[in-house]
Every structure is written in structure tokens, then in C-alpha cells.
């Protein structure tokens, strides 16, 4: 318990740098106006089944990567420490970033769309403080089930009979029960969208998505408690989590992601499951060694994550109303934004007084 696992770390960054690819793919759908992005003035309905194929699976994941976090934390540290440390490293960023960044993006897209609302500052940071930071919504969440979980840590982090369970052949699948009745619920509240949701990647804001990020985070934390027999079922298992994940994906993409049991938020929360645990599989095999790169990417892509909004919605602001083809203007927003959040994470990482705010530990 107490070795680092590298694969986590891996797995932490890539799930950041999706969170980023999926934000500019938003630009380049109808939706983007809605959720205040500035969008694409050609919007290719192609990329739907690109999204899709993580939209299920994203936010989960970092969910359970968060919990994973937190517990292997715990084998060094006190209670106490975990809280403070848990409080500099998801209040302050939040904070700091919505106050900063969710504003400035708000205030870039209010500009492009002539949004009366978001004409001043004071408006743009009443707007983003409302709904929770805009794209650090989820911090808060982490620090809710943080502020819930840390004082029985003792109680719930322990080997016990799940170890045992996890070396039976589809014994890691006992923990997809509670995923897919949470999506059972979903579909029972498919009508009531004002206070649950409708849809299973409405995470921001919705009892879905708290409630969904709260299981993910508490099975982060009982799974890694079991020690080897979590990630040698991982190793032994993502082959079959990577073929369900993909029937069901390809079952529901062949009916337009719309039609009869494609829009079952029982069979998509499956989905969700096997395709991360998949990851957690590919990675423990794959991933689970230190090197320069990892070095750099687990250091730098939280406060790239917190900086690449307005740096996308700038660059979207001077990029959307050309004619260049999507397909080439993608990959070129996307570099422009990971090369500028690199470039102000490089401008910052070096001032003592700046680092907390962006999720840095003090050298």
C-alpha cells in the first residue's frame, strides 16, 4: 500500500487532458451556446460518436481516481493532514481559478455573444460562482465526499472479505450493482429533470452527478483498501471490461445513441463501469512506471486543466468564424491551448505565493 502506483498518476493525467479535449469537441457541437461555449461556425454532427465514446466515462473517472487518491494518502499520513492537505489542494484552486479563470471565460464568451448579463466583471463572477466554478464544479463535490469520508477512513479502508471476492473470476463486477441502480434511479427520474437529471452525463450540477461522483469515490476508496488482490484483477480483467464497454457502445451507437434500450441509463452506467476499469487495467499493466514525462505531466496538467478554459474560449473567439475545415482546425485549437496553458503554467510554477492557488505543493 505504501508503493506509489505510477498508473495512477498516468491515468490522473490522461483523464485531465480529455477533460480538455472533450471541452473544445463542445465548441464544435449545437450545444455549445447553452453551456456558454463559443462555438464552431461549422458544427460536423460527426463528432457526436467521438464524444460519446468518453462522455460516459470521464467525470466517473476522475471521481474514482480522486477516492483511489485519498486512500493510498492515507497510508501515510494522519486524518488531519489528509484534511488540510485535501483543503489547499481543492479550495484554493477552486477559488482562485473561478475567481480568475471561470470569470475571464465568462466574460469572453459574454463578448462574443453580446450577453448583456455578462457584460462586467461583477456580473461574470456572480454567474460562475452560482454554478459552482464553471469547470471546477467537481472540486467541490471531492471536498464534500472528503469533509463525509475522511473521519471513518479508519473503518472503511481496511483488507476484508472483498480481497477474497476480487480473485473469484466476476467478482470486480459485484461493485457494478450499485453504478447501475444508480442509473436505474436515473431512469426513474427521467421526467424530473429540474431535480435529478435526465441524462447520464449530466454530472455539473444534478443529485445525478453528486450522488454518482459520491459511489465512484467510496469504491475508489474500499477497492484500493484490498491491496494486490484490487490491481492484479485489474490486470487480469480489462481485456473482458474492454469488450463489454464496447458491445455496449456499439449496440448503442447503432441505434443513434436514441432509440430503445441505447437511452437505458442502466445499460450506460455498465458502460461507463467496464470502460474504466478497463483503463485501471491497461494502465496497472502498461503505466505503472516512473519516468521524466510522467514527472512533468502529474505536475503541470492540474493547472492546466484550471487555466486551458478562457485560454480555449480565446482562442475559439479569433478561430470559430473561419473557414477552415474542423478537421484541421481540431488539432490546432487543441495544440494552441495545451501550448498556451503550458506557457502560463511555466509562468507561474516558479512563484512561492502563486503555486497553492493552482494546486501546487510549495518546493
Same mark, same amino acid.
Given at each position: 500500500? $505504501?508503493?506509489?502506483?505510477?498508473?495512477?498518476?498516468?491515468?490522473?493525467?490522461?483523464?485531465?487532458?480529455?477533460?480538455?479535449?472533450?471541452?473544445?469537441?463542445?465548441?464544435?457541437?449545437?450545444?455549445?451556446?447553452?453551456?456558454?461555449?463559443?462555438?464552431?461556425?461549422?458544427?460536423?454532427?460527426?463528432?457526436?460518436?467521438?464524444? $460519446?465514446?468518453?462522455?460516459?466515462?470521464?467525470?466517473?473517472?476522475?471521481?474514482?481516481?480522486?477516492?483511489?487518491?485519498?486512500?493510498?494518502?492515507?497510508?501515510?499520513?494522519?486524518?488531519?493532514?489528509?484534511?488540510?492537505?485535501?483543503?489547499?489542494?481543492?479550495?484554493?484552486?477552486?477559488?482562485?481559478?473561478?475567481?480568475?479563470?471561470?470569470?475571464?471565460?465568462?466574460?469572453? !464568451?459574454?463578448?462574443?455573444?453580446?450577453?448583456?448579463?455578462?457584460?462586467?466583471?461583477?456580473?461574470?463572477?456572480?454567474?460562475?460562482?452560482?454554478?459552482?466554478?464553471?469547470?471546477?464544479?467537481?472540486?467541490?463535490?471531492?471536498?464534500?465526499?472528503?469533509? !463525509?469520508?475522511?473521519?471513518?477512513?479508519?473503518?472503511?479502508?481496511?483488507?476484508?472479505?472483498?480481497?477474497?471476492?476480487?480473485?473469484?473470476?466476476?467478482?470486480?463486477?459485484?461493485?457494478?450493482?450499485?453504478?447501475?441502480?444508480?442509473?436505474?434511479?436515473?431512469?426513474?427520474?427521467?421526467?424530473?429533470?429540474?431535480?435529478?437529471?435526465?441524462?447520464?452525463?449530466?454530472?455539473?450540477?444534478?443529485?445525478?452527478?453528486?450522488?454518482?461522483?459520491?459511489?465512484?469515490?467510496?469504491?475508489?476508496?474500499?477497492?484500493?483498501?484490498?491491496?494486490?488482490?484490487?490491481?492484479?484483477?485489474?490486470?487480469?480483467?480489462?481485456?473482458?471490461?474492454?469488450?463489454?464497454?464496447?458491445?455496449?457502445?456499439?449496440?448503442?451507437?447503432?441505434?443513434?445513441?436514441?432509440?430503445?434500450?441505447?437511452?437505458?441509463?442502466?445499460?450506460?452506467?455498465?458502460?461507463?463501469?467496464?470502460?474504466?476499469?478497463?483503463?485501471?487495467?491497461?494502465?496497472?499493466?502498461?503505466?505503472?512506471?516512473?519516468?521524466?514525462?510522467?514527472?512533468?505531466?502529474?505536475?503541470?496538467?492540474?493547472?492546466?486543466?484550471?487555466?486551458?478554459?478562457?485560454?480555449?474560449?480565446?482562442?475559439?473567439?479569433?478561430?470559430?468564424?473561419?473557414?477552415?475545415?474542423?478537421?484541421?482546425?481540431?488539432?490546432?485549437?487543441?495544440?494552441?491551448?495545451?501550448?498556451?496553458?503550458?506557457?502560463?503554467?511555466?509562468?507561474?510554477? $516558479?512563484?512561492?505565493?502563486?503555486?497553492?492557488?493552482?494546486?501546487?505543493? $510549495?518546493?
Amino acid at each position: 500500500m $505504501n508503493q506509489r502506483r505510477y498508473d495512477i498518476d498516468a491515468l490522473r493525467s490522461i483523464a485531465m487532458f480529455l477533460l480538455i479535449f472533450y471541452h473544445l469537441g463542445i465548441s464544435f457541437t449545437l450545444i455549445a451556446p447553452q453551456i456558454l461555449f463559443i462555438q464552431n461556425k461549422r458544427t460536423p454532427g460527426g463528432i457526436w460518436p467521438l464524444l $460519446n465514446i468518453m462522455n460516459n466515462w470521464r467525470i466517473p473517472l476522475v471521481f474514482l481516481i480522486a477516492g483511489v487518491a485519498l486512500r493510498l494518502s492515507f497510508s501515510k499520513r494522519t486524518k488531519m493532514q489528509i484534511f488540510k492537505e485535501r483543503a489547499k489542494i481543492l479550495i484554493l484552486p477552486w477559488l482562485f481559478g473561478t475567481l480568475v479563470f471561470s470569470t475571464s471565460s465568462a466574460l469572453i !464568451v459574454g463578448n462574443y455573444y453580446n450577453y448583456w448579463w455578462l457584460d462586467e466583471i461583477s456580473e461574470a463572477v456572480f454567474f460562475v460562482l452560482e454554478y459552482d466554478g464553471l469547470h471546477l464544479w467537481f472540486l467541490i463535490n471531492i471536498f464534500v465526499y472528503c469533509l !463525509v469520508l475522511i473521519p471513518i477512513l479508519n473503518f472503511i479502508s481496511k483488507e476484508n472479505f472483498i480481497a477474497s471476492l476480487l480473485n473469484k473470476p466476476g467478482g470486480i463486477f459485484l461493485f457494478s450493482i450499485p453504478i447501475i441502480a444508480e442509473g436505474h434511479l436515473l431512469n426513474l427520474a427521467r421526467f424530473n429533470t429540474e431535480t435529478y437529471g435526465d441524462y447520464y452525463n449530466s454530472y455539473a450540477l444534478t443529485d445525478h452527478g453528486f450522488l454518482l461522483g459520491f459511489l465512484w469515490f467510496f469504491t475508489g476508496i474500499i477497492l484500493t483498501s484490498q491491496g494486490d488482490a484490487f490491481w492484479e484483477s485489474n490486470k487480469k480483467n480489462w481485456r473482458l471490461h474492454l469488450a463489454l464497454g464496447a458491445i455496449s457502445y456499439f449496440y448503442r451507437l447503432f441505434n443513434n445513441f436514441l432509440e430503445d434500450y441505447a437511452l437505458d441509463n442502466r445499460l450506460i452506467a455498465f458502460e461507463s463501469f467496464n470502460f474504466i476499469f478497463a483503463l485501471l487495467g491497461i494502465a496497472a499493466v502498461y503505466l505503472n512506471k516512473d519516468s521524466p514525462q510522467l514527472t512533468y505531466y502529474k505536475t503541470a496538467v492540474y493547472p492546466v486543466y484550471i487555466v486551458h478554459l478562457p485560454v480555449q474560449m480565446a482562442v475559439m473567439y479569433f478561430f470559430a468564424g473561419s473557414n477552415i475545415h474542423p478537421i484541421i482546425k481540431f488539432p490546432i485549437a487543441l495544440f494552441l491551448i495545451c501550448f498556451l496553458s503550458l506557457t502560463i503554467y511555466h509562468a507561474i510554477k $516558479n512563484i512561492k505565493p502563486l503555486r497553492p492557488m493552482f494546486g501546487l505543493r $510549495n518546493k
